[in-house]
Every structure is written in C-alpha cells, then in structure tokens.
T-cell receptor, first 112, second 112 residues
Framework: QKEVEQNSGPLSVPEGAIASLNCTYS??????FFWYRQYSGKSPELIMFIYSNGDKEDGRFTAQLNKASQYVSLLIRDSQPSDSATYLCAVTHSGGYQKVTFGTGTKLQVIP | EAQVTQNPRYLITVTGKKLTVTCSQN?????MSWYRQDPGLGLRQIYY???????DKGDVPEGYKVSRKEKRNFPLILESPSPNQTSLYFC???????????FGSGTRLTVV
C-alpha cells in the first residue's frame, strides 16, 4: 500500500464547476496535510495546509480532513482554465522529523 | 524576494563524473530537503536537514550525499552518477515541517 494515494486522473471539469480532488494516507500518526499545485514544467507551489479535522477555506479552495478515515480532499470552486495543473497531496509523518511524503498527483483539466 | 535558488537548471553529464547541485535559501529556514521527481513515481525525498550539521536520509538516499555547513546552503552531491539518477531534482525549504515547503525551480539532470 502506498503511503499517500491519489487518483492520477486526468480529472476533467467544465469551467465554473467544482473540482474535487482526493487523497488517502496510511500513517495514522500523520499530523499535517498539504496541497501543492504544479504546472507543467514548474516547481510545486503550496496552496493549502490543514492540521485539524474539518474544513479549511481559502478563497476558492477548501481543504477537508478526516483523520478517522485517513482522508484529505481539496475542493476548487468556480474552476478556471488557469487551475489546470497537477495537484499533489503531501503528508508529514509522525515522530517529529521532517519526513514529508507526496502522492503522485492528480492532473486536473478545466475545460473552457 | 524570498526564494530557493538551485543551480544549474539543466545538466548533462557522463556516468561516474562527480557533480554537485547547489541549493540556497534566503528565508532563514531551518528545514531543507531534496526531492527527485520521476514520471509515475512522484516526488520522493532523498535527504532532509533539520539544522546546520543535522541531516537524515529520506526514502531514496542511495547514491547521494548532502552537507549542511551553513543554514542557507544545502548542496546535493552525486559522487558517481549513474543513468538511473537521471531525473528532475527539487530543493525545498521550510521554517517548520508543519508549514509546508517552498521549492526551488528544479534541476533537470541527465546522466549518459
């Protein structure tokens, strides 16, 4: 079982729709959860982080965390063509060290 | 401007010829890390550092060395590169593992 799993996609949504990206993780002691966006040929860029169960909203982005189900998701409202990118889920490991594991990413395509 | 600077951006080398990829950050971050990114495998952590002179192995450390003699610099050393180290490499820094990483622009390495 991979430590952090994401559907590779591509996930295609029409412009203006809600895009829902999902991630599951295996380390029950994980404490911090991140979503990065990576445009083709570019470096990953942090867009959201969440530590507590529930929802966290930032503009058009909402991160959702359910530690009991070991599940974290990212919702993008009013999707724009500029949101087309690969979205990486990342999870810190328990134990107080800097090990951060990334999923392989979900490619999102927003169709104009 | 707050940034992580990697050099070079592109490098083609031959098997066995020692090389160093430099990484420098100007944000006074304590935590730094190296990742490699390969199609289908995502970002995998090579080494990380929690402070000057404190480093530890990530998931794929074989064939790599690092050093952290100064807080701002974290070079990646390949003492005898092999073709399976052909990859896209990213350096990243963070003030704390729970705050997410800022990534450099990447180094595309080809070993022939």
């Amino acid at each position: 079982q991979k430590e952090v799993e994401q559907n590779s996609g591509p996930l295609s949504v029409p412009e203006g729709a809600i895009a829902s990206l999902n991630c599951t993780y295996s380390d029950r002691g994980s404490q911090s959860f991140f979503w990065y966006r990576q445009y083709s040929g570019k470096s990953p860029e942090l867009i959201m982080f969440i530590y507590s169960n529930g929802d966290k909203e930032d503009g058009r982005f909402t991160a959702q965390l359910n530690k009991a189900s070991q599940y974290v998701s990212l919702l993008i409202r009013d999707s724009q063509p500029s949101d087309s990118a690969t979205y990486l889920c990342a999870v810190t490991h328990s134990g107080g060290y800097q090990k951060v594991t990334f999923g392989t990413g979900t490619k999102l395509q927003v169709i104009p | 401007e707050a940034q992580v600077t990697q050099n070079p951006r592109y490098l083609i080398t031959v098997t066995g010829k020692k090389l160093t990829v430099t990484c420098s950050q100007n944000m006074n971050h304590e935590y730094m890390s190296w990742y490699r990114q390969d199609p289908g495998l995502g970002l995998r952590q090579i080494y990380y550092s929690m402070n000057v002179e404190v480093t530890d192995k990530g998931d794929v450390p074989e064939g790599y060395k690092v050093s952290r003699k100064e807080k701002r610099n974290f070079p990646l050393i390949l003492e005898s590169p092999s073709p399976n180290q052909t990859s896209l490499y990213f350096c990243a820094s963070s003030q704390d593992k729970n705050y997410g990483y800022t990534f450099g622009s990447g180094t595309r390495l080809t070993v022939v």
